[in-house]
């Protein structure tokens, strides 16, 4: 009888935090049941309680969701962090960018950030990734650095924000600012080569201006 209780209690926690990192990794049943190698039946026995995965099953679980095999079955196994699928794309440059044009949707891959790098943006659909290659942002985030985006139109960038954007041909990322009296849109680099200067836009030739992203969160790479 204790151990029909034990193995219900095992089977219990197992079930309910094999749902909570689907869930919060935004992955399906038919996704993970398909990473793993297993039906989709099998994987909504195991969140119902119905069924234990074996061994090798539990541990292919523990890869594809990067926590330890203990997480699942031991109440007292550490936390782990809750986390955010978002695609990467190919390296943007700070000067000259290339958006996702000619990528195939099965040659981008994603990366997994914890909800407390993004804050309120952690429930965006709209996150891309990517990694810098330039230097006209280089005193907040030097060449190689790790970036996350949401993709957004004009009317929402605020002053101050860093934005992703394009005019005349050029994609660059650079600091906004909506200049009301003199009825400009300034783009500024952050750099220590001053080589790189302001990208002024008239009100009147914004049309030309798009904006694609504006940058929520960075990482340092040095």
Not at 55 to 66: E, I, K, M, P
Not at 82 to 102: H, K, M, Q, R, Y
Not at 110 to 135: M, Q, R, T, Y
Request: net charge negative; glycine share 6%.
């Amino acid at each position: 009888m204790e151990v029909l209780f034990m193995t219900n209690l095992v089977q219990g926690l197992f079930s309910r935090r094999l749902k909570r990192l689907r869930e919060r990794n935004k992955i399906t049943m038919v996704e993970l049941a398909e990473a793993i190698g297993m039906s989709q039946a099998t994987i909504s026995e195991w969140e119902k309680g119905n069924k234990f995965p074996r061994a090798g099953a539990l541990q292919q679980l523990a890869h594809y969701f990067d926590v330890p095999m203990e997480y699942f079955f031991k109440e007292n196994a550490f936390p782990i962090a809750e986390t955010v699928n978002i695609p990467c794309l190919p390296s943007i440059s700070a000067g000259v960018f290339s958006l996702t044009d000619g990528i195939e949707c099965d040659e981008i891959e994603f990366i997994k950030l914890p909800v407390s790098f993004l804050g309120k943006h952690s429930k965006e659909e709209d996150l891309i990734a990517f990694k810098v290659n330039g230097e006209s942002m280089n005193l907040l985030f030097p060449d190689g650095s790790p970036i996350v985006a949401l993709q957004i139109g004009r009317d929402k960038l605020e002053n101050g924000d860093i934005a992703v954007y394009c005019f005349g041909n050029e994609y660059a990322v650079r600091r906004y600012r909506r200049i009301e009296q003199q009825k400009v849109i300034v783009l500024s680099p952050e750099s220590t080569n001053k080589n790189f200067h302001d990208c002024i836009v008239p009100f009147n030739a914004e049309s030309g201006l798009e904006i694609v992203a504006k940058i929520i969160w960075y990482g340092v790479s040095v």
